[in-house]
């Protein structure tokens, strides 16, 4: 893969992209494998050198005893896609050229499919829901925030799979797939139609009170302008203060987050750190000024994530907005998207991110400056009445004390 064409694309694995992995195991331990009536001893190989002659083995064993037809360009993709999981990262994966036209498609945030926000939770090795699009195929059909998805059209799924599920779960539109979803220990089975699914970025409203008011799904292509001139049809609509709603946002590209906190901070305020494998830090500052100078209160849970949390980080550590609501999901390391020369594509953590304060978010998470957890009954809702919701309320509450 020579002359390496890079386009850097910071995003999280929320969006549906395809995968199918094998394992690669790189050991000091060999392998006896019984050739007829001969034992043939293949040694796995402990470094890179040693790559090509491990595989030359393999071939050579393949070839001599192997029924089927040999797929050439398959075997160097899924060996390529079992090095690269060997890596044991969750968020680092490598795309052949129709998957990264299908993830492109998805930052782009028009794709088809059902409309679902799904990661790996790396705690229970499970693919975890965390918020369906809004008036999708599957929030119409009663798809929860915080559900599970154990199969897909009756085959099984852990959470390492993500991408080989949810490439299952994309398809031809008008077709169906069967879920089997797993909710507070319930099984519930789901038939929905495929359609194609446009993400609206970016919504706002006037709540009581002059508060303006700004929900986003997630931090796609575009979304900070959106949010730009949702800004600006709020301040003619005369508000006093803003509430910035990113529960249940799993995420997207860095350069939204900051370019949506650089609106929101002073110049030359510092928005983001981020450190590489060598110890380098690379700061981010906000450039252009504020757009709007009004008290902000910023709405998290657990599944706001990533990007979410760049931003949520940013304005809090800048004391630009009171965050309201639980604890963010904790997801703090950067992937750069690199595009090679045959199309393909690889997806790799180079960088952990920090806040201004130097907080590291990765495994843990932003406590919120006032804790308000939610109705236990209405913790997996996708729609919750305005007077129900405890946690808007507050900032209702702390906004109009302000």
């Given at each position: 893969?020579?002359?390496?064409?890079?386009?850097?694309?910071?995003?999280?694995?929320?969006?549906?992209?395809?995968?199918?992995?094998?394992?690669?195991?790189?050991?000091?331990?060999?392998?006896?494998?019984?050739?007829?009536?001969?034992?043939k001893y293949v040694p796995i190989a402990v470094n890179d050198s040693e790559i090509s002659t491990t595989l030359a083995s393999f071939r050579k064993i393949v070839d001599e005893k192997f029924l089927g037809e040999i797929n050439q360009e398959k075997l160097v993709q899924e060996t390529i896609k079992g090095y690269i999981k060997g890596l044991d990262d969750p968020y680092t994966e490598y795309m052949t050229k129709e998957e990264m036209e299908e993830f492109n498609t998805d930052v782009m945030g028009n794709f088809s499919g059902i409309g679902i926000y799904v990661t790996n939770d790396t705690e229970r090795n499970a693919i975890l829901i965390i918020s369906p699009i809004k008036d999708s195929p599957a929030a119409n059909a009663g798809i929860l925030p915080g559900?599970?998805?154990?199969?897909?059209?009756?085959?099984?799924?852990?959470?390492?799979?993500?991408?080989?599920?949810?490439?299952?779960?994309?398809?031809?539109?008008?077709?169906?797939?069967?879920?089997?979803i797993l909710r507070n220990n319930e099984t519930i089975t789901l038939e929905i139609e495929r359609q194609q699914v446009k993400i609206n970025h970016v919504e706002s409203k006037v709540l009581q009170d002059h508060i303006g008011y700004i929900v986003f799904n997630s931090f796609d292509e575009g979304c900070s302008e959106e949010f730009k001139k949702q800004l600006e049809i709020l301040k003619s609509k005369n508000i006093d203060s803003l509430i910035v709603d990113i529960r249940n946002n799993g995420g997207g590209l860095v350069d939204e987050a900051l370019n949506i906190a650089d609106y929101l901070t002073e110049q030359d305020k510092t928005l983001l750190i981020t450190v590489d494998k060598n110890g380098k830090e690379q700061i981010k500052k906000a450039e252009q000024g504020l757009v709007i100078d009004v008290p902000t209160v910023v709405l998290t849970n657990g599944n706001s994530a990533s990007a979410s949390e760049i931003l949520a980080g940013a304005l809090k550590d800048n004391?630009?907005?009171?965050?309201?609501?639980?604890?963010?999901?904790?997801?703090?390391?950067?992937?750069?998207?690199?595009?090679?020369?045959d199309g393909s594509g690889l997806k790799i953590t180079t960088s952990e991110y920090y806040t201004p304060n130097h907080?590291?978010?990765?495994?843990?998470?932003?406590?919120?400056?006032?804790?308000?957890k939610l109705d236990e009954s209405l913790d997996n809702q996708l729609v919750i009445e305005e007077k129900d919701d405890t946690q808007l309320q507050k900032a209702i509450e702390i906004l109009k004390v302000e």
């Open positions: 893969m020579e002359n390496q064409r890079m386009q850097k694309v910071y995003k999280i694995i929320m969006l549906i992209a395809i995968v199918a992995t094998i394992t690669f195991v790189c050991t000091t331990i060999f392998i006896y494998q019984n050739i007829g009536d001969n034992i559900d599970i998805i154990t199969k897909v059209d009756d085959v099984s799924y852990t959470g390492e799979q993500l991408t080989e599920a949810t490439s299952k779960i994309k398809g031809e539109i008008g077709s169906k797939v069967k879920l089997e004391e630009r907005a009171t965050i309201v609501g639980e604890k963010t999901y904790g997801k703090g390391v950067i992937q750069e998207l690199l595009t090679l020369n907080n590291k978010i990765n495994k843990i998470g932003i406590l919120p400056d006032v804790e308000v």
